[in-house]
Nanobody, 124 residues
């Protein structure tokens, strides 16, 4: 079974940048679509971005489009989320997830394996 570990979260000022990493262990994720989701305090889990096993296509939520970019390095068994121009409303716990079925998913229930999450806090 694959394990996912997120890193790269932290406290950043509004307008700043962070790069989240999701490292997989146990087996390769090169054949899996991967996604990033987030949960802000008092809110539902929200889709952020997804990427197919090959690196294309990618999807980004409207709220992050143009600011966040999902990518992957299958040789490193790692998925990334580059976050630029961060806003206070981006504050949340960010989770990466792997989809075991074919195709790419945009909803949390389409993903089967989850990391423990990493906190991102954006101060105004």
């Amino acid at each position: 079974q694959v394990q996912l570990v997120e890193s790269g979260g932290g406290l950043v000022q509004s307008g700043g940048s962070l790069r989240l990493s999701c490292a997989a262990s146990g087996r390769t994720i090169s054949g899996n679509a991967m996604g990033w989701f987030r949960r802000a305090p008092g809110k539902e889990r929200e889709f952020v971005a997804a990427i197919n096993w090959s690196g294309y296509p990618t999807y980004h939520a409207d709220s992050v489009k143009g600011r966040f970019t999902i990518s992957r390095d299958n040789a490193k068994n790692t998925v990334y989320l580059q976050m630029n121009s961060l806003k206070p409303e981006d504050t949340a716990v960010y989770y990466c997830a792997a989809r075991t079925d074919l195709g790419i998913g945009l909803r949390y229930y389409e993903y089967d394996i989850w990391g423990q999450g990493t906190q991102v806090t954006v101060s105004s």
